[in-house]
């Protein structure tokens, strides 16, 4: 009988408050209604919450429930918009008084502190902001670049508060320049993870002193410090002396990206020096456009370039013999044995020192000096990748040469941890973006 007829059901209109109590329910809380404002000439939605009748408030320092004290005026927050109009949920938070922690505002899940953001909206914006520039985010969604700037700033530190630090073996420490000039305050210290199974920013700090890395080996803590088996950094003296002091236990290893980059820039001091000292002379034109043909690998230039560059070495000029010296320098890491590597290392100084090329002597004496941190690299090998901090260094360019309008440098830095820091990210109830 009854069964066999299809049963009728009513038709269901889908409202808004059918949507946001799927995606964002909160329990204690209840939408009330939701309504078109207009503000001006521009369309607003706004989210009415009510308190749920019969549950209590809960104290916002341990989420207990705890009695009612009074109620403070209505406030917003922005939400995430719903096509394209502006949104905000408005609610009048209650007090409470908790017999602990005494009076104080009720806990409201969709709220910070004293942000006018709702967390949805946040970490919606703080997503869009690793896609896209600051600005363009702020312009996309109808909200200020401070806004933005706010999302991000809440959702680093959540991740840093809740990054796993425990697995830190190796880390790469390095000097980042930003910015115009060369005073000190346009460089930065970083500390990277760099071992297989994650490699990510663990620390950026102003500067490139002393001072500046003794900062960032405390903000890692004790525990990751004493947790570490490889360093990998270059010659700069101020940090080789603060991992000498702090992290002595772990392998220190001067990488072959550092030493490539010395290599590079001794050889174009000295291809600098002899276009100056030829200049108005016929044979001046063998150095005509050849800086990159120099810096690169040998094995790398080819075609036209390579005849070039091969004109230049048959001319017995001082730029090919620094070239000759830095290309014969590629030798030293193919050895398989730190003995046979520390022989060479040895040979190619005593031939540096011959060569009466004052930057290229610079170099030998450097590496001489540092010649147990050199070899440490195949003490390392296999442990320790060379092409990690480049690749990193690399990513931190494109972040900080992305027109983020950064107006300060805390805002840099936070764009650094955001974008390199792989850090963890709030759980929300429902993926916006
Ligand atoms: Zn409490």
Redesign the pocket.
Known sequence: MGNKQPTRRPAIQLKVKTILNRIQHFAGFVYREIRFRNQGSSLRIDVHVEAHAAMAAK??????P?PGYDRLPERSWLFVPLWGIRTDFRYAPRRVQ????GI?VEHIPWSVGKRPVTTAMMAFLARWAQRMSWRETARTFHTSWEAVYRSVQWFVQWGLAHRQLESVESIGIDEIHWSKGQRSANFLTVIYQIDRHCRRLLWVGPRRTQATLRRGLAALGPQVVSGLRFVCSDMWRPYLQVIAAKVQHALHVVDRFHVTMNLNQALDQVRRAESGRLRGQPIAARLKKMRWKLLRRGSRVRGHARVKLNALLASRLATGRAWNLKESFQQFWRYKSVWWAGGFLDYWCERAMRSRLEPMKRIARMLQAHDELLLNWFRARGEVSSGAVEGLNNKIRVVTRRSYGFRTYHAMELALYHNLGRLPEPQLTHEFC
Request: aromatic letters at 0%; glycine letters at 8%; hydrophobic letters at 35%.
């Open positions: 104290c916002a320092d341990c989420l207990e705890a908790c017999a602990q922690h104080g």
